[in-house]
């Protein structure tokens, strides 16, 4: 199975064929994917080297000429470093553009803090209108790229993850998927966590809601969910970056009713020991053993 990211470098290399409107925009990291891509349309795949605020204001510039731009790096060099930019250029502009990251919050630890970015998707939560897709799969990850290049002049991020889940889910972009359903509460799972979530809630009399677009927030799904529980409804909700980043959301969508919420994420402890992607899932309490542990206590 190829990863998300050789994924999104094979699916948009395709979509600019077909669409002029599209640009590429890299930051040096992911330029062998679209090495073809930048033969066939040198003028629509640009490396600007490792300079990640001239990429966001290339994107941003593109833009306001009507193109369609499609940015890539890691997600701490995509969002946290050139931020401003992302914040001035796209939204103050008015203008829109895809911004697909890779990394996320543990995908390479060895390659150290300065290559996570659990707190992206909240600090992205800071300014208005961004759509967050957040995949579980490479298949998702497909789907949920083709809709963003084809999202007119919106803005949208795309959080790819080399933590996948074994098999993918008949998403539809913007909606949460009920994935099985209880009585004694709800647990959402966003993107790669649902395989973790789904073991450690076997046997447990919960719905689980899969998550692959976190903004907006699918209020209707989870209203749903919560009703099929009698009185007060208590959610848990396992991100894959900041615990409680969409912790607001779920109260905003339970605000009429007695509901208690659990945030399971990445906490802001920092692990400064970097091994694999499971060891650190392990150290962050989020692999299915500790989830388990961690559910059952706020359920009882």
Same mark, same amino acid.
């Given at each position: 199975?190829?990863?998300?990211?050789?994924?999104?470098?094979?699916?948009?290399? +395709?979509?600019?064929?077909? *669409?002029?409107?599209?640009?590429?925009?890299?930051?040096?990291?992911?330029?062998?994917?679209?090495?073809? =891509? =930048?033969?066939?349309?040198?003028?629509?795949?640009? $490396?600007?080297?490792?300079? !990640?605020?001239?990429?966001?204001?290339?994107?941003?510039?593109?833009?306001?000429?009507?193109?369609?731009?499609? %940015?890539?790096?890691?997600?701490?060099?995509?969002?946290?470093?050139?931020? !401003?930019?992302?914040?001035?250029?796209?939204?103050?502009?008015?203008?829109?553009?895809? &911004?697909?990251?890779?990394? /996320?919050?543990?995908?390479?630890?060895?390659?150290?803090?300065?290559?996570?970015?659990?707190?992206?998707? =909240?600090? %992205? *939560?800071? &300014?208005?209108?961004?759509?967050?897709?957040?995949?579980?799969?490479?298949?998702?990850?497909?789907?949920?790229? @083709?809709?963003?290049?084809?999202?007119?002049?919106?803005?949208?991020?795309?959080?790819?993850?080399?933590?996948? $889940?074994?098999?993918? @889910? *008949?998403?539809?972009?913007?909606?949460?998927?009920?994935? +099985?359903?209880?009585?004694?509460?709800?647990?959402?799972?966003?993107?790669?966590? %649902?395989?973790?979530?789904?073991?450690?809630?076997?046997?447990?009399?919960?719905?689980?809601?899969? =998550?692959?677009?976190?903004?907006?927030? *699918?209020?209707?799904?989870?209203?749903?969910?919560?009703?099929?529980?009698?009185?007060?409804?208590?959610?848990?909700?396992?991100?894959?970056?900041?615990?409680?980043?969409?912790?607001?959301?779920? $109260?905003?969508?339970?605000?009429?009713?007695?509901?208690?919420?659990?945030?399971?994420?990445?906490? +802001?402890?920092?692990?400064?020991?970097?091994?694999?992607?499971?060891?650190?899932?392990?150290?962050? /309490?989020?692999?299915?053993?500790?989830?388990?542990?961690?559910?059952?206590?706020?359920? @009882?």
């Amino acid at each position: 199975m190829d990863t998300m990211r050789e994924r999104f470098a094979s699916v948009v290399s +395709r979509l600019l064929d077909g *669409d002029p409107r599209l640009a590429v925009v890299l930051a040096e990291i992911g330029k062998d994917g679209f090495t073809d =891509a =930048a033969r066939a349309h040198p003028d629509r795949v640009i $490396n600007v080297g490792i300079r !990640e605020q001239l990429l966001v204001g290339v994107g941003g510039g593109l833009a306001l000429t009507g193109m369609r731009p499609i %940015l890539h790096t890691f997600a701490s060099f995509l969002v946290e470093r050139p931020f !401003e930019q992302v914040k001035l250029d796209f939204g103050h502009q008015g203008v829109g553009g895809v &911004l697909v990251s890779a990394a /996320g919050s543990y995908d390479w630890p060895a390659g150290g803090y300065t290559h996570m970015a659990p707190g992206d998707v =909240a600090l %992205l *939560d800071t &300014l208005d209108g961004w759509t967050v897709h957040v995949p579980g799969h490479p298949d998702e990850a497909e789907t949920l790229l @083709r809709d963003a290049a084809a999202a007119g002049d919106d803005s949208v991020y795309v959080r790819l993850s080399a933590h996948s $889940n074994s098999a993918p @889910r *008949d998403i539809v972009p913007g909606r949460f998927l009920t994935v +099985r359903e209880g009585h004694r509460g709800v647990v959402i799972a966003v993107g790669p966590m %649902l395989d973790g979530v789904l073991t450690a809630a076997e046997g447990l009399d919960v719905t689980v809601l899969y =998550a692959t677009t976190v903004r907006p927030f *699918d209020e209707h799904a989870v209203r749903a969910a919560a009703g099929a529980a009698a009185g007060g409804v208590d959610v848990v909700l396992v991100e894959p970056y900041l615990a409680g980043t969409s912790t607001a959301a779920v $109260n905003d969508a339970l605000a009429d009713r007695p509901h208690r919420v659990l945030g399971l994420g990445i906490p +802001r402890r920092e692990l400064r020991r970097y091994g694999t992607i499971d060891e650190h899932l392990a150290g962050q /309490g989020l692999d299915p053993v500790a989830l388990r542990e961690r559910i059952s206590a706020f359920l @009882r």
